[in-house]
């Protein structure tokens, strides 16, 4: 599997799994699978970072993500 798509992946849950937390807290509860879906996103960024050092930075996400629609677009 392509890093740029797994890197990618992970962003786009950890991002979702944001309002869950939100959510979660302002309820009064516990976010269980919300930090779990943090976990699981945190483990796909880690480990396309692992694969591919000093490629992914803060800067350069919109690049991959381009990267990513372009390679299954065309």
């Known amino acids: 599997m392509d890093t740029d798509l797994i890197f990618v992946v992970g962003v786009f849950i950890a991002v979702l799994a944001v309002p869950?937390?939100?959510?979660?807290?302002?309820?009064?509860?516990?976010?269980r699978a919300p930090a779990l879906t943090v976990v699981i996103a945190a483990l796909m960024i880690g480990y396309a970072v692992r694969e591919r050092p000093m490629t992914y930075t803060v800067e350069g996400i919109p690049d991959a993500v381009l990267r990513v629609i372009a390679t299954y677009i065309r």
Do not use: E, L, Q, T
């Open 20 to 31: 869950a937390i939100i959510s979660a807290f302002m309820d009064g509860r516990v976010p």
